[in-house]
């Protein structure tokens, strides 16, 4: 008599896909919002441009966990094919697209308006800017996993992206400071929080790799 408790080959096989499949990285292609833990905001921006230094458009800090001007997906170095799905590595450069206005996460040797450090913008065209755009995801281990705390540095300045705690007045009232700062602290660790996290889909052909999607 067959034990109905019992599983079957089939269900065994598949539950071991969905293991596998239980996937925990930053990824190509991925949309997220980063998260300061220190502070308790998230990485943000808008069509609001700076008053001081570049006059380009301004990052900020939000408390806010669904506004929907703090996603950014992760996309590859100018020039450098970045394959969808495939885990971000630790010490990988990577540009940050933020979504609703097509400019990239950047920084330069301008002043920061509040703190005086340097500042950080939101740059480019559909995408296109310049060196500036390009960031280091400082990590332990191989890969970004999601629910590790990284820092993200600049290539251009070499200093990291960071949160001092000043606050903005009009017209961000209440917003944080986004700079980037000259060494590594507390105050500039980042984590994956909220996003639709581009996974690759599992091939029984290791060469084949297509890209699939799912939301967490």
Not at 77 to 93: D, M, S, V
Not at 168 to 196: D, M, T, V
Request: some cysteine; aromatic content about 10%; glycine content about 8%.
């Amino acid at each position: 008599m067959n034990d109905p408790f019992k599983s079957s080959p089939r269900a065994d096989r598949q539950m071991k896909r969905t293991r596998r499949f239980d996937y925990h990285y930053v990824t190509c292609g991925s949309t997220l919002k980063l998260f300061n833990p220190y502070h308790n905001i998230r990485l943000h921006s808008h069509d609001v441009k700076y008053g001081s230094g570049s006059g380009q458009q301004s990052v900020t800090g939000v408390e806010s966990s669904d506004d929907h001007n703090s996603y950014w997906q992760v996309i590859g170095k100018t020039g450098k094919q970045c394959e969808r799905g495939q885990p971000i590595k630790c010490g990988q450069t990577i540009r940050l697209l933020h979504l609703n206005t097509n400019r990239n996460l950047h920084s330069h040797h301008f002043q920061s308006p509040l703190s005086r450090n340097l500042e950080v913008t939101a740059f480019g065209e559909n995408g296109v800017g310049d060196e500036g755009d390009h960031w280091v995801i400082i990590c332990s281990g191989n890969y970004w996993d999601r629910n590790q705390k990284v820092r993200i540095k600049n290539v251009v300045t070499e200093n990291y992206l960071h949160v001092t705690g000043d606050t903005f007045g009009r017209p961000i009232h209440g917003q944080k400071e986004i700079c980037a700062y000259p060494s590594p602290s507390e105050l500039n660790y980042w984590q994956a929080a909220e996003g639709i996290f581009i996974k690759p889909t599992e091939s029984p052909v290791p060469t084949v790799r297509t890209p699939a999607h799912d939301e967490f």
